[in-house]
């Protein structure tokens, strides 16, 4: 059998090992590859990228809806939104006691990294912003535990406490490409996105930051996104796939044929070699029986259980799927 593209994947693969990134030209070409048995061949090479830098650990993360609803931002796929009318369950900030009793199930689920997230542009009740503090202290004492945090745009001073707490890690994402984001959302610009990530750098945390693809952007903005992730240097890259919710402004959205999917995962993987790439939100729906070749794909991270305001999957059926593929989930050590 004829691969039209062989020897360009086998140069990107060559090139990733040693750390050099595709390009943008090569991460267009990526997305075009068309030919069935091209982008199988794609598949594998990516997965050679992601055993070379991260063996046979996936990195296994799960969240808590912290505080659900009436978010005053107008993002065109976001159910919590104040801007539209959905089935969304609305609450304030969950207790200390409730987060904490969360965490400890997904460390019996083999899950480390666990992320408070809470709705709106940011945490402006100093009431909240302690209890969040409590709660992060309460997570980072836990064995093993690798607190997160997903709480809109903060200041400076915000971060330095939540360092200061035990938080590992910040959430943030761009969402989509600059060029494409005033379609997705006009209450807050990209540049505040990106610049609560380069915040949350300074401060001393990691940053998980990646996007939704299937929003409606092209393979450009696709590519478009990548490389400004790159430019960031973020440490993990979150990459969700539209699950279209009723009463959002992209409720009709078609979702994205899994090959697509699987394509976009490796691209990101090429364009950056070294760093983490986690599918989470829209991977049920999207890919369906397809779910474990994201893994193949060059994904070496999840998020697995519930997400925001839709049903997941059963962390045990993630796990026994990763070891089925003879991979493993990543625990580090105990404290």
């Not at 689920?109 to 666990?114: A, E, I, L, V």
């Not at 400076?156 to 707490?165: H, I």
């Not at 930051?209 to 430019?231: F, K, M, S, W």
């Not at 899994?258 to 939100?281: N, W």
């Amino acid at each position: 059998m004829l691969f039209t593209s062989a020897r360009f994947i086998q140069t990107l693969t060559e090139k990733a090992i040693t750390g050099q990134p595709a390009t943008r030209d090569e991460a267009g070409r990526i997305l075009a590859i068309a030919e069935q048995a091209d982008i199988m061949l794609l598949l594998a090479h990516a997965n050679l990228v992601r055993q070379h830098f991260h063996g046979d650990a996936i990195d296994l993360c799960a969240i808590v809806n912290a505080k659900s609803g009436r978010c005053s931002e107008d993002c065109a796929f976001c159910a919590q939104s104040a801007h539209f009318k959905t089935a969304v369950q609305e609450y304030p900030l969950l207790s200390t006691e409730k987060i904490s009793a969360a965490a400890k199930n997904s460390l019996h689920n083999s899950t480390h990294r666990f992320s408070i997230v809470t709705s709106g542009r940011g945490v402006s009740a100093a009431e909240d912003f302690e209890s969040i503090c409590a709660t992060v202290g309460q997570l980072a004492a836990m064995p093993a535990m690798a607190p997160c945090a997903s709480l809109g745009i903060l200041s400076g001073e915000q971060f330095a406490r939540l360092k200061q707490a035990g938080l590992k890690r910040y959430h943030h994402n761009l969402e989509t490409a600059e060029s494409f984001y005033g379609s997705i959302c006009t209450t807050h610009s990209f540049g505040q996105r990106a610049a609560t990530v380069r915040a949350a750098r300074e401060a001393g945390l990691e940053v998980c930051c990646g996007g939704i693809l299937g929003l409606g952007e092209t393979p450009t903005q696709r590519v478009e996104l990548a490389l400004a992730l790159q430019e960031l240097d973020v440490d993990s890259v979150p990459l969700n796939f539209l699950n279209p919710i009723a009463g959002t402004r992209l409720e009709h959205q078609p979702l994205l044929p899994p090959l697509e999917i699987l394509k976009a995962i490796a691209m990101f993987r090429f364009v950056l070699p070294k760093k983490e790439i986690r599918v989470c939100g829209g991977r049920e729906t999207n890919l369906r029986t397809l779910q474990p070749l994201m893994y193949l794909a060059g994904a070496n991270g999840a998020m697995t259980g519930n997400y925001l305001t839709t049903a997941g999957r059963d962390p045990a059926a993630d796990v026994r799927e990763i070891l089925d593929l003879g991979l493993a989930p990543h625990l580090p050590e105990r404290k």
